[in-house]
């Protein structure tokens, strides 16, 4: 079955770096897109970036652009988000997600993982 599994999030200070990770099994990763989604407390979904197949492609949030760098690994199946100068604005729960190529809409989910970002 789908399997998407986020990794590498924790408590970092302000100014400070985070790299997610994205573990995917039980389809073919690499002719999917992929995205990373974020629910910020009290807040709802907000879209943070994307990328394509092939890597090609990789819109970003107006808010992240310049800070966050989304990227893939197709032999490994594996999606990452590196995250450099965070704000405490950038405190969320992040989610990897798989984009259904026919609709592309999210069709499956990560359990998500914390991010935090406070002195």
């Known amino acids: 079955q789908v399997q998407l599994v986020e990794s590498g999030g924790g408590l970092v200070q302000p100014g400070g770096s985070l790299r997610l990770s994205c573990a995917a099994s039980g389809f073919a990763f690499s002719l999917l897109a992929m995205r990373w989604v974020r629910q910020a407390p009290g807040k709802g979904l907000e879209w943070v970036s994307g990328i394509s197949r092939t890597s090609r492609s990789t819109p970003y949030l107006a808010d992240v652009k310049g800070r966050f760098t989304i990227s893939r690994d197709n032999a490994n199946s594996t999606l990452f988000l590196q995250m450099n100068s965070l704000k405490p604005e950038d405190t969320a729960v992040y989610y990897c997600?798989?984009?259904?190529?026919?609709?592309?809409?999210?069709?499956?989910w990560g359990q998500g993982i914390q991010v935090t970002v406070s002195s």
């Open positions: 997600a798989r984009v259904e190529p026919d609709s592309g809409r999210v069709d499956y």
